[in-house]
């Protein structure tokens, strides 16, 4: 949509997803999904409960292998990879349960998603040589730049595990940009959040989109939001494709209706 | 001092704090020695207090740090031990000075101690839960198991090894046995003193803290406190595991290195499943995470049962008691609030008095 003048169809896609599936035993939870996301494309994905919608992002991060099916990031295939090269890749994700490290700092956890983009050994840690302090500095701008992009700088020494529960959310989404990613999962970002939050959380998934050039997958169950920022979507329901393509005639599809409200 | 301290990180401070308190106790200790108002039982358990401080230091690492519990520590602690006095033995020779050879001995004994945390943690380091203590204790029962039947001895002709039987008859002119089985080694020389011993858990303590506080530290807390987000963050769950492991390890095996050159007489079985736990009582009792707490609750645990020596068969009863009240003290929901709520107040008298 937004690359349609893009001449060159090798690069248009950011994430291509052909006949993904993945069987749990007798139960097949993901069942050939094909899913295409543009470049900087806010894309959604929804459906009801146990749909399988995170099963597809553990599958895209490399939490799960699948059991059919490719997946390609920016024309590399990283089907089964391991979590952490599917993040070297490119891909940073945050969790429906939040996974904060809560012993650690605010400021900490997001210097722990700088972890591969700044790096010195741990022998010159253990003696603080010069590139010791050299790189930790670069890493204290760095982080605290992407803190009050997220309104969290003045929460930088507080422990991860105290901060209140939107803040949480936003420390989540702040760890992963850390990670400098092409594209961004979020797992149902709005949970939990009050209207104000919401509405708060919506504008801050835009600002980085464009701050960073960036590609957005999210999971969402609030509708308001969903409607609000995404451009395409897909609803899956159990395991499989229910609808596809633009969220305005996504969401009036009887069929979407109708797995969502029942008959 | 506040405004200089304040470029430091917490972790550093703290540090810095601890260190001065060593150095501290280490010049009053020495002057006090050097007017001789120290027992002689006490002398000798100095030595010992900061042996124990260091392994303490090295598991919390293990334990507080990484997340990972080691029910085995001992057993690093006897492969530091004997690769480091049996070198001594068999190079008395070769290298006169007993410092030269302590050194060598010093970095033979915590390279065969990594190098045990190293060969175990490749298959376990990848697994999660808790099998990391199983096969820990399991290593520290075989090691147990194999230096008692393990006998060295060495004559003109270089080392000979056996694990079947005392090899004794087998060597030429000259022979003299290093290891012998179940009753180790004998006659190393007593190179550990309370300086260099205080002077290695320094050293070891400003090694922990840097390591905690930096690139690699971050990514170990971050495995222990979610393992699944670290690995999206692209930390490598493995490697920073092993690293966390093998240094821990390393850490035991100085403190093996000096244990057996501070006792005249190594043997396997000093090295058991009760000595595991105990430096793992310093630990949890000391407050996981908290290095100064490790080497506080090693000197008190380990000074408590010479102090009560008097009390003759009362003392086991009484030492265990103290050990459940410090727990209380320490982890119980009442203590923590108690110390929450009058803390701040006294410490607010103490500044008024200043």
Redesign the interface.
Known sequence: MIMNNNNNLQDENMLSIRDLSIQFGGLRAVDSLSMKIKKGQLYGLIGPNGAGKTTVFNLL?G?YRPTEGSIYLDGNDITGK????V??AGI??T?QNI??????SVL?NV???L??N???S?LS????LPK?YR??KE?NDKGMELLSVFGLDSDANTLAGNLPYGAQRKLEIA??M??NPKLLLLDEPAAGMNPNETKELMETIYFIREKFSLTVLLIEHDMKLVSGICEELTVLNFGQELAQGKTSDVLNNPEVIKAYLGD | MKMSLSKFSKSTVNMIQTLLGLALTYIVITIVSMTGNLSHSMTNILAQLCIYAIIAVGLNLCVGFLGELSLGHAGFMSVGAFVSATFTHAAADAIPSIYARFFIAMILGVLAASLAGFLIGIPVLRLNGDYLAIVTLAFGEIIKGLLNVFYVGKDDNGLHMSFVQDNSKDLGENGKMIINGAKGIMGTPHVTTFTISMALLMICLV?VT??VD??????I??I???R??????????TKYKM?GFVISAGIAGIAGVLYSHYLSTTTASKFDFNMSILILVFVVLGGL?NFRGSILAAVILTLLPELLRGLSNYRMLIYSILLIGLMLFNWAPAAIEWRARYAPKLLKLFRKDK
């Open positions: 991060t939490v391991s979590t952490a090269a993040n070297r940073a994700r969790f996974r904060l490290f809560g012993e650690l900490d210097k722990c998603g972890h591969n700044y790096s010195y741990t840690g253990i003696l603080r010791y790189v930790e890493m760890r992963a850390a990670t | 090694v840097f390591l930096s690139r690699t530290g971050r990514a807390q971050a222990r406190d979610n699944i987000a670290a690995e999206s963050i692209g930390i490598d769950i690293i995470g």
